[in-house]
Every structure is written in C-alpha cells, then in structure tokens.
C-alpha cells in the first residue's frame, strides 16, 4: 500500500473508532482506495488532497443511515442491479408526473405494476429563481425545490421506493452551480477562496483564446462561453446559460465539497446518480474543453470516494458526446470499470430515429460496430426520447462508410423530424438553429416524432396504425439492445407534443419544453380500449414481459448488428452464455423478407418469439410485416 494510503487509513481508523460497521468501511477502503489515490495524483497533489476526503469519507459514513448500511451489503452482494433482464427505468419530473414528492409516493403502484425497477426524477435541488434550464441551475445541493416538498420528503420517498424494488436516480450538475449559489455569492462579494471555485478572468485575452476552439452549446439563446460579471469585474466561465457559472476541478476544494454532496445525498436513498454534462468538467486550451483525460481521473477518484462510503450508489455519465469519446466514460485503459456504471447511449438514439427516417440499417450499423466493448461491470442506458432536444451526431466517417455525407444526412434528419420535408411522418420542432455551422437539433416526443400525432390529425386508422406499429419498433430496439432501458414518462401512453409551456416566461424561451408533457392520468385511469394510448401502453408492457424471460439482455455482453441483403432488415445478435438472442427489425412500412440464413446462430425451424410470445416456423423465406419486431430464440 502507498504510505499516503496507509496514513489515510490510520486517519479513517481513528475517526470511525468505535462504529459497527468500521471494520467494514476499512474493508472498503483496503479495496478502492488505489483507486481513488491514482484519481486523484492524475490531477491534483494527492498527499494534500487525501486528508480531506477521508475525513468526508467518515463523516458521511457515520451519518449513513443502517437500513442504508444494509442496502450496501445487499448492493454489494447483487452488482449487477442496473444491468440485468428485470431493469427498467423510468424518467421523470416530480410536478409533471406527480405534482410533488409526496405524489410520486402515491403512484408507486403505477411503476411497480409497469415493471420499472428504477427511476430517475429529474431534477429537484434548489435551483434559481426564474429560468433554471429544467433544474440544472442549482442554487443549494442541500434542499428540494420547495414547491415538491422538502429533503425529509425526499428520504422518505426514496425508502418507500426501496420497500417497493425501485432505486431512485438523482441528478448532481458538477459542471456548474447557479450564479445565486453560495459560492458564487461569495466569489461576488470578493472572497479569494471562492473566485478560485470559477474561472474568471479579467479581460477577454484568455477568454478569447478558448473560444478559437470552443463549440457553443446554446448558440441561440446563450452564444459565447463568458459572461462579463460586474461584481466580480471579471469574465466567468459560463458553458450553458449565462446564470450557469463553470466550477474550476483544477482546484480540489471542488472534488472535496462534491465528495461531501455525493455523500449527502447518498445519505438520503439515492441509489444512483447521474453525472450532469460531465464531459465539460476539465478545461484545456486549444481543444473543445470535453472529454479531456482529466474528467476520468476526476471521476475515478468520485467513484472510489462513493464506493468506500456507500457501496449501494452507482454513477450515470450524461456525457452526450461523439462515438469516439463515450466509452472513456464506462471506463478504458486504467480507467476501465472504475468510472460511471452507466452512460447514456446517444448514437443508439441517434441512429434509430436515423434509421427510420432513412428506411435504411446500414448506417446504424456502421456507427456501432465501430463501438469497443465496455467492461463487463457496466451498462448502456439505452433510450428513444428524454427531457432534451435530439442532436444529430452523426459521424462523417460513419456517413462515408455507407456512401452519404454526414453534413447532408444531418441536415435531412433535422428537416425530416420537423416535419418540413416533404413526406416526412414526423411532427417536431427545431432547436437552437446555428447558423454558423448549420447545425440544428429537434425537439418533440417519441410519439410525434414516430409520427403518431400527424397520422392522428390525417384521421387515417390505417396511418395511425403504422405511426403506433414504428413508434413500438423503435422502443423494441431500446428494450432489445441490451443494458438498462430507460421509458421517458408519458411514452408508455403515447404522449403528443405539448405547447403549454408557451404561457410560462420561465419556459417560452426553450422548446425543450414541448416534449415534456404532464402525465395524462385520465387516460391512465380510464384508457379507452383500442385507443392509440392503450395500444402502445399493451405493447410496451409486452416488452417488459419480454425482457423478463431473456437472460440475454444483461449487459454483460454486447450487440452485433447488422442488415440482411436488404437495408430495411436490422438484425441485433446476443451471444451469451444463457443463449443467444436473435432480434429482427423492419425498418419500413412495407412487408418484407426475413431468411433462416439472417438468423444465424438459430437453426431453421420452430423458434419462440417472446415480445408476441408465439411460436414461428422459420424454414424458408419468410414475411415481416412493417415495422415487424422480433426477438427470437430457439423454441
Ligand atoms: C445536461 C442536461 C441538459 C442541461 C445541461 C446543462 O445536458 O441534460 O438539460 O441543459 O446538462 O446542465
């Protein structure tokens, strides 16, 4: 052991004397304290930066509450919660689900019957008064926005989901605080240990050296990455919004004050938290200040910190970035498997709204074979819509593999899903439009970009039925991919866009809000038998039941993609040791044909296809109807 990890020991031996379940987070340390110390001497002096975070480490471990303390040896015993055939996550916000904590308590009914298994509010900490960018301008990490109820509430409602099988997910933004938090108060006021939590700069010379290489993330509504502050007569570093100030990781009091949050709000039930815009954490000139190599180390030590303090709490990565850079996040090289344990799958997203505006696999499945294994401890969260806009990342040389040009399908996809091209099924909106790069993202729910809600408005039973039929196939591809579905709220209903959030002036600015409805719980309670809303309901149930007999699906291994002869025809192969899965997809709306031959390693013959639960002969040609979804294994 490193002699500074051993005085770090002796130290947490000390401050813990006493407690029953000391020898225990000794244990722990003993296992992942390497790892916190080469996080952190990737960064920081680890020597001077140990100290403080065992002392959080003791602290919140004698605060940790003992149904908690259970929860960990329970956790640590059963590691793969998050990855396997029975998880289901759900995704959504307190008031538009609820109305507040104690709302979501009354409906946990709702979830456990669906099948969901772990849930994700959006985001609930104090954040500022006015635009917050959907709670991610966070003003006290310590208390809940007091419109949904208080951080007792909280607690209480994270032990009622516990007794029911659901882990809680809580957002934790570590890239900015809200310009009203009390760190930025007091670097306002003047206080040289808190200027040092931003980065600020006196005149626009350095804050213009970044920018030769900084994309913008909000170029409509927030261009530029600075922001002049009259009381701090400085420039601060504002990636997001102009009230979203960037915290500066160079310094470790940073680490130090998140370790202690990540410990607080382990401490009131959440099982997991998910890393907001964690790729923008670390700064370096002449690059797009994300992903770089410091965001990893930072993360490791996090993770080492959390697993030595509250071994039941995973992380998600929210680090919506290319191809290329999002495996870092699950873990590569020294990194691997001791970093997130979850990350958002944005290509998958990405192509298969792609792949059914195109009718075509090929590109889909050029981006993700182009995919490297993840560590066997980790999983994709794999999702069709969220509470943000879609940003068509799709990678020119992806594009060039397949024979097309990235620029032109990325302009086609923002056209088609607006709905502005010409045949398109679509019902969306554009996003942030630049005009500098042409870029433009969507935004719209599942159901109106899968073409639901103008098939609704044509009046067509028969075009209505094909939106329904796309809309399912393209959530089959979620639940069949492997790793930890997530259902953004209201997609198990078919929920339309929704232009309420016009009348709010805290919302009218960002059409982000259109996709966020609020639950609709009359259809809940009184669905209509061979609605739209009731049919997608039944089929996505059928997909939880599914999963539920498919060994396969844990994410302990990956997904082969590929086309048959014809483009319209995506095959997902899992080889795993329970079996292999073979998944069959048509990505049109006209029949075609599936052969034996496609479904290697089956053998032709009786096979059982578990989203219908029926048995299929497959011993020649055979017909898939539009949109068709199927998961075989041998029968
Ligand atoms: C994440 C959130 C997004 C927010 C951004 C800044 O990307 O998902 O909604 O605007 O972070 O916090």
Redesign the pocket.
Known sequence: MHEEVARGRARLASLIAGDADGHDLLMRYDRWAPDLWAGLAEVYAAADVLPAVVDVIAAVHQQRPSPLRERDRERLLRPDWFQDEHAVGYVAYTDLFAGDLAGVAQHIDYLTDLGVTYLHLMPLLTPRPGAN??G??VMDYRSVRSDLGTMADLAALARSLHSAGISLTLDL?L??VAREHVWAQKAQGGDPKYRDYFRIFDDRTVPDEYEATLPE?FPAFAPGNFTWDEDLSGWVWTT?NEW?WDLNWANPDVLVEFVDIIGFLANQGADCIRL??IAFIWKRMGTNCQNQPEVHALTQALRAATRIMSPAVVFKA?A?VGPQDVIAYLGQGSHAGRVSDLAYHNSLMVQIWSALAARDGRLLVAALSRFDAIPATTSWATYLR???DIGWAIDDADAGAVGWDGFSHRSFLAEFYSGEFEGSFAAGAHFQSNPLTGDRRTSGTAASLAGVETALHSGDAATLSTAIERLICAYAMVFGFGGLPLIYMGDEWGLLNDEGYLADPAKAGDN?WMHRPAMDWDTVSHPVIGSMSARINAAVRDLIRARHHLPALHANVSTECRVTDDPAVLVFRRRHPAGTLIEVYNLSESTRVVWPGDLAPLASGSLHEHISDTTMVIDGPTQLPPYAAWWLTSA
């Open positions: 960018d959907g991610y301008a933004v890239n900015h993330v997001f979203q907001d815009a929210e919506i969220c509470h943000d982000r």
